[in-house]
């Protein structure tokens, strides 16, 4: 499993724009040059994150890209969502059925029952951790998705 560019890439570039402490927030070539990848790529990334709802864009001298809502309302399965979707989504079985219109397996599948599970499990940690969460210092983020992570397991094993 990965995650992709796009992904790591939108997360950073949220963070960043969280983290500004400028009153018309950072412009495209900004962003940008802190977080070390191209223009054009990250001008794409921030598009997506605009239309999602989470960033607002102002145009001009003193335009940039600020949040467009508190840091602790934005969550962060709501942002991998939009930037890339789910790793298990209803559907995925239909992508993959091979040469076939319909899986081989698709009446009886102990893989899918594995990929729903880690995609609870997944949901259950990230739609708990916001955006305000991560912008603490490492081990503060670790320490707290680690007590997300055990309380997801404690119930997984109790069901």
Known sequence: ?????????????????AKSDSPNGLTIPEISELEGISVSNAGKILRILRLAGFIESARGQTGGYKLNMPADKIIVSDVM???GGKLYESGFCD????????????IDCSI???????????DGVLS??????LLGNEEDVDTLVQIFADKMEAKFLNN
Do not use: P, V
Not at 95 to 106: K, Y
């Open 1 to 17: 499993m990965k995650f992709s560019t796009q992904e790591e890439y939108g997360m950073r570039l949220l963070l960043r724009i």
């Open 112 to 122: 899918r029952s594995l990929w729903k599970t880690i995609q609870t499990m997944l």
């Open 95 to 106: 992508m993959h059925a091979g040469i076939e219109n319909i899986c081989t397996n698709s």
């Open 128 to 133: 708990k951790i916001t955006l305000q969460d």
């Open 81 to 83: 969502t939009e930037l």
